[in-house]
């Protein structure tokens, strides 16, 4: 049979979604509307840490509007610690905690923003009325709320695990000790890292519509993971799987923020519509937001290098410690993913590595864009920073010489990442990486002859440039169920959400080349359990990798189909069929041609037999699942300005090269590049998240988390360099999170040049920095 | 005690309505609920990321932050009217699709309904004009990067034949 030909793929395809969009007709969430819709809304704990003597409810009662208030005490058998989304990996030795949150809080509440009652009401301005109505009598307890101290034996406890011990995990490969002996420099160095809030500009929200009658749950959610909340509610409320429906309509973002992690919101709301028969919705707002959903937050690495003279790492050791809120439904996933960022793209022949994940009276940590692995660049690249310092050699020079080379893949690190597999690199190209963001930045030029103008001229100008690698595309799988229609239109139903990643396109574009249509002859259903409901989700950059492979095979199932069909109606051999337009022609004979649609019709005959062993319909499922992640790479460089008056400062260039294997579709990857990079600046200058001793959020609004604008943020050249992933047909990478991991280091090492580290100015040892604490660094600065 | 109701009358994308609402409906969910224009979202409801954007008279407003009798007596529209009835874009629109100005999309009616009016004032604008004006507007997908580029192109094209 005739090959299929890409005249898509690889293509920068304006996207499908894009008219229903940008005219106001797509639903999201907060769009659903049924007549009989009721609204909830949630009371929430105002203490970090709290027992909870008496919730009265009494004085909603009579409240007009109100229909339902609900506290745990109403909950029976449905109040219990929720499963846990993501298990610890089988590493030796692990310690892990297991503390899960409940729908609602009953005797404890552990954080700010712990909802304790819901109201249902007749709109959400009635339902929040009464929340000020119900009387809880909290007893206030000792808050565990910065991390170190959090880690005492003697901190007031979260749960009922000294020392707050979520976790404590230890991976090693070679001998440290060794290296550190065989060393001519060991440097070891304190570094804080930060990690803020995903911030999608929708937020959380819910609809559930219970059919007494049907006994069925319908749920619209804005999640990444339909399929997964689908499971979990099934399980947790008793029904059969056929009895539910999840739909994650459009969802205005996600980034991690959106998982699955068993809130007490996604929950609740199902159970209360099954409870009163009926339509209800709760739509988070931003004030909830930033209370009640997952963070990311802070980690404390105690880190150390040991480098030969020449540059080359003999070894790393890192042990660090872990804020990871109340409650830990998503497992390790956060700190263990930098436990691995830490080894980078570099040959690190010895690390040992420790963690301690530890409880504190805040929010719970999971995932957020790049999920921990920030934590872990920003570490090794400072280190390899300070070493090319003390041992006079130039930075990038230094990188050069530890980069894995070209020929070592695929790569052994020797220790095993989130996915439960040893971190393996498939393939990649990392020095060509390096040298082509150099030659675009203009790195040899700059630092030799416009930075010493530039300074002469008064201008506090500085370089940076950094590399990471990403592990992308991880298992356990995706499938896809595509069906050509008698119109002729093709349909694919995945099981994944889309939060913006442009799957209505991509996946269009795998089709549409393998069956012949234009890209928008197909339609794609992401995220909805009755048209496809097996799948994990859209997160570590895995919905493109994943499930466009899935995609791709069973579109290459249904073109078989397809084909040996044509060659039956036209007897001859399918050798000589191709299909184009929609069309399937015979090479000699050009003017004989059958639609696609008609051979969908023909492919379910209303009379007669279906041959045995066939199926009916032009149409197949298929499912991929990857053995292991496959592993993107890149480099930044940024020159940055700082006015020293005012230490506010301004990127001046931004380059960004980057490996994503093959591209499906180039446009789509720069834009998530673009935003990556935008989160990136976000949480190298401008996010922070503050919380008092008490553990209270001190800036929960957008006016005083400052979220980067379009004066921020510049304009980012971009180049590729295209090593295809061994570890899928298609040789795909991911990218969702490439844009966000390296931006912070490579902003430190550029400010940190500008302000003339060289000359004896201050090491920049934290993220995120504000014109405030570089003054202050600036201040404290050896002269 | 519900607060004693009160009557509105308004012009929405060039459409009477009269309605009957509790003073205190924000003008946001008045649009998006009592109207069904769902295509007005709602990021934040305190005035910061420019999701809710409309113009009022012509001027760009946070809808968030008007209470529905206050759009008694004006003109409202939003982003249901800018594309022709026969479906043809706005050539802001055709602009952010051109240019892939928008991901999950839920930033983009604010945005669209800023940029009109800020077209319409400064048919010739600059980069830097178009990066200022869009300031008030948060996207967390895009990096804005695209999203001038568009806008950029929409001054082109509008500037252009007008
Ligand atoms: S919702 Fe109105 S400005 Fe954010
Ligand atoms: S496109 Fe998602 S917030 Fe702008």
Redesign the pocket.
Known sequence: MTAATNRYFGSPVLRNEDAPLLTGAAMFVDDIDFSDMLHVAFLRSPHAHARIEKIDTTATHDRDGVVAVFTADDLGAFWAPSPLVVPPPPIEDLVFNQRTQTPLARDVVRYVGEPVALVVAENRYLAEDALDRIVVDYDPLPVAAELEPSAQVDAPMVHDVRGNVAAEVRQVKGDYNLAKNNADVVIARRFLYEHGLAQ???TRGIVARWDTKAEHLSVWAATQTPTSLHGGLAQLMGLGSHQIRVVAPFV??GFGSKLLMYYPEELMVPWAARQLGSSLKWIEDRSEHFVATSQERGQIHDAEIAVSQDGKILGLKDVFLHDNGAYNPYGLTVPINSQCAVLGPYVVPAYDSSFKAIFTNKPIVAPFRGAGRQHGVFVIERLLDIAARQLGIDRVEIRRRNLIPSDAFPYKNGIMFQDFTELQYDSGNYLPILERTLEIIGYESFVRDEQPILRAEGKCVGIGVVCYVEGTGIGPYEGAKVQVDPSGRVHVATGIGT??QSHFTSFAQIAADLLGVAVDEVDVTTGDTDQFGWGAGTFASRGAVVAGNAVHEACSAVREKILNLAAEHFECSSQQLSIENGEVQTLDKPDQSITIGELAVLANPMRGAVKPGTEPGLQATRYFGPEAGTTASGAHAMIVEVDRETMMVKILKYVVVHDCGTPINPMVVEGQIH?GVAQGIGNAFYEKVMYDDAGQIMNATLADYLIPTSMDVPVIELDHIETPSTMNPLGIKGVGEAGAIPVAPAFAQAVEDALGIAEGGSEILEIPLSPNRLWELAEGGTQ | MLEELVTVSTVVNGKHYRRVVEPRLLLSDFIRHDLGLTGTHV?CEHGVCG?CTILVDEKPVRACLMFTPQADGHAIETVEGLAEENGELHPLQEAFRDKH????????PG?LMTMKAFIAQHPKATEGEIREALSGN?????GYQN?VEAVRLAVSRIGGSS
Do not use: N
Request: with cysteine; net charge neutral.
């Open positions: 999608p500009i929708e205005g973002g939060q913006g935003g | 990021g999701a100005g928008l991901q999950c999309g839920f930033c983009t945005i948060l996207c967390r997908c895009t999203i």
